[in-house]
Nanobody, 124 residues
Framework: VQLQASGGGLVQPGGSLRLSCAVSGRTFQRRAMGWFRQAAGKEREFVAAINWNGESTWYRDSVKGRFTVSRGDAKNTVHLQMSRLQPEDTAVYYC??????????????????WGQGTQVTVSS
């Protein structure tokens, strides 16, 4: 199983970016998927997650109203639309997947599958 993230880059404060993550190697439709991030010198933190059918989502408080997590039609992809980006959003963003849909699993990062990170830098 591989999770491949893409879409990071450099953006000015107030700008937008869209991250995508595709899963390969196994049928993955019934897995929750989501995103974490890790800023330099800080611990990794939960950002957003979406359940397997896309009907339930969770967000960390600081990104609510600015970020939107969604799934692709094939359910083996997940996207993170990030708007009104701020310098404090600068981090390496990681996609993740797990069969469990519990707050403990996602808010505490207890997921089974991780992708490689993609750098998001918000700077003028």
């Amino acid at each position: 199983v591989q999770l491949q993230a893409s879409g990071g880059g450099l953006v000015q404060p107030g700008g937008s970016l869209r991250l995508s993550c595709a899963v390969s190697g196994r049928t993955f439709q019934r897995r929750a998927m989501g995103w974490f991030r890790q800023a330099a010198g800080k611990e990794r933190e939960f950002v957003a997650a979406i359940n397997w059918n896309g009907e339930s989502t969770w967000y960390r408080d600081s990104v609510k109203g600015r970020f939107t997590v969604s799934r692709g039609d094939a359910k083996n992809t997940v996207h993170l639309q990030m708007s009104r980006l701020q310098p404090e959003d600068t981090a390496v963003y990681y996609c993740a997947a797990d069969h469990a849909w519990t707050r403990d699993t996602w808010y505490n990062g207890r997921v089974d599958y991780w992708g490689q990170g993609t750098q998001v830098t918000v700077s003028s």
